[in-house]
């Protein structure tokens, strides 16, 4: 029992100690010059439909006399919606059996 514990304990510091080699390897670490050289990619409407700036308290100030809803607004001023990578995709593809 003592020498399947330890037996463990050694392979989980050898996984942790080549992570990065391993990560590298299997592809999920995207290289700085890979970015460099791929263009940009389209802004999609979810993004776009968002304000370019969070909003101010001055603006949350005067929209409040007039709008119900501006909480929600100023909460979503905040947020940033990020593209799910493929790795995400395909661990909800995984987990879920749904396909993004």
């Known amino acids: 029992m003592k020498n ?16 990065d080699d391993i990560v590298n390897t299997l592809g999920f670490v995207k290289s700085a010059t890979a970015d460099a ?11 776009s439909a968002s304000p370019a700036r969070p909003m101010s308290i ?9 709008d119900p809803n501006v909480y929600r607004k100023f909460l979503a001023s905040y947020q940033v ?7 995400d995709k ?4 995984i ?3 749904k396909f993004e």
């Open 58 to 66: 001055q603006e949350f100030e005067k929209l409040s006399h007039s």
């Open 4 to 19: 399947l514990l330890l037996l463990v304990l050694i392979g989980i510091c050898l996984v942790g100690w080549r992570v």
């Open 37 to 47: 050289h791929r263009p940009a990619l389209p802004l999609s409407l979810k993004s």
């Open 95 to 97: 987990a879920r059996g």
């Open 90 to 93: 395909l661990m909800n593809f």
């Open 81 to 87: 919606e990020e593209e799910r990578s493929s790795t």
